[in-house]
């Protein structure tokens, strides 16, 4: 069965320090995707990032970044000079691949809820 | 180019009474997901449907709840004889048949009295 863990529930930070979002997924599969979700305190849910299974290059976008590494399997996101409208649940996810190439049901974590304070 | 829209975002039900709850995919989107969001726990997937089809439906409670998504129209879960433990965040999302990634909409609250 697919599960995915976020180990921290919740990080309190000060403005302009870099923050790590932890993330570990198990799957018997071998084609997957691996996503992170940002909830705001609106309430919705704003897609960051996906990553296939076969890519293991990190990326990089503004201050956001993405450490995924299949050996550990782990998918940790990284927030650098954090600032007050980062504060936010951050959910990972995970997703098999249907028979037809596209997505499955995600299986979340528990989610991460990071604070920046001023 | 609006994005998946949900309606209502909040809903107020006395136990006993329906929930109806609407989803709009994005446009050009096929494919709609719907997850609940209950209290102090995560986002857990409910059922996965297309056009006239339920493609998946192994999160659904085995009673009271059910999904469609007609030809033509919005995605509707219905809640049947609503009782407490239903409150929660309803969340819907879409996606094309070949894309991977799932679009969420705004969310639809319910809160059962």
């Known amino acids: 069965a697919q599960k995915v863990t976020q180990a921290q529930t919740e990080i309190s930070v000060v403005e302009k320090e870099d923050v790590t979002l932890d993330c570990v997924y198990e799957?018997?599969?071998?084609?997957?995707?691996l996503f992170w979700y940002k909830q705001p305190p609106s309430g919705e849910l704003v897609f960051l990032i996906r990553r296939n299974s076969f890519d293991e290059q990190n990326e990089i976008s503004g201050r956001y970044s993405w450490n995924f590494q299949k050996s550990t399997s782990s998918f940790n996101f990284t927030i650098t000079a954090s600032q007050v409208v980062d504060s936010a649940v951050y959910f990972c996810?995970?997703?098999?691949?249907?028979?037809?190439?596209?997505?499955?049901?995600?299986?979340f974590g528990k989610g991460t809820k990071l604070t920046v304070n001023p | 180019n609006a994005g998946v829209m949900q309606n209502p975002r909040h809903l107020v039900r006395r136990r006993g009474q329906e929930a109806r709850l609407r989803c709009s995919p994005m446009?050009?989107?096929?494919?709609v997901y719907w997850y609940r969001q209950l209290p102090e726990e995560g986002l857990k997937f409910m059922v996965y449907?297309?056009?006239?089809?339920?493609?998946?439906e192994s999160g659904m409670p085995k009673e009271r709840f059910s999904a469609e998504f007609p030809k033509e129209g919005p995605s509707i879960l219905r809640i049947q004889q609503v009782v407490r433990g239903d409150s929660a965040a309803y969340f819907c999302?879409?996606?094309?048949?070949?894309?991977?990634?799932?679009?969420f909409g705004p969310g639809t609250r319910l809160t059962v009295l």
């Open positions: 996810a995970l997703s098999e691949t249907s028979t037809q190439g596209g997505s499955e049901k995600l299986v």
């Open positions: 446009k050009g989107h096929s494919h």
């Open positions: 799957t018997r599969d071998t084609t997957y995707y």
């Open positions: 999302a879409s996606s094309t048949p070949s894309a991977d990634t799932q679009y």
């Open positions: 449907l297309q056009k006239e089809n339920i493609i998946d």
